[in-house]
């Protein structure tokens, strides 16, 4: 079993960033794929992004693309969302997932994951 963590969620200016991370516990993420995503209030969750177990390629969403970066430190088993540029419309809460999977597919969708975190929430303010 694989325990997620996330944290660094908070309140920021709109134009702001903030950096969240994902901590893994109880096995090492080194082979799980990684991705990261949002719920906002009477929304269904949505995809954010994702990363190879290596690391090697990650996938983000159109909305969000050029703000928002996925990256990841197996040594320190963990996985990150660098989210610069926040608009209103980031507002969400935001979601790790991570499934043992070693292919390059793009996994988007939620069913697509196994293990989830509790979420970090991220507010931002016009």
């Known amino acids: 079993q694989v325990q997620l963590v996330e944290s660094g969620g908070g309140l920021v200016q709109a134009g702001g960033s903030l950096r969240l991370s994902c901590s893994a516990s109880?096995?090492?993420?080194?082979?799980?794929?990684m991705g990261w995503f949002r719920q906002a209030p009477g929304k269904e969750r949505e995809f954010v992004a994702a990363i190879t177990w290596s690391g090697r390629s990650t996938f983000t969403a159109d909305s969000v693309k050029g703000r928002l970066t996925i990256s990841r430190d197996n040594a320190k088993n963990a996985v990150y969302l660098q989210m610069n540029s926040l608009k209103p419309e980031d507002a969400a809460v935001y979601y790790c997932?991570?499934?043992?999977?070693?292919?390059?597919?793009?996994?988007?969708?939620?069913?697509?994951?196994?293990?989830w975190g509790q979420g970090t929430q991220v507010t931002v303010s016009s």
């Open positions: 109880g096995r090492a993420i080194s082979r799980y794929y």
């Open positions: 997932a991570g499934r043992l999977y070693a292919g390059s597919t793009v996994l988007t969708g939620t069913r697509d994951y196994d293990y």
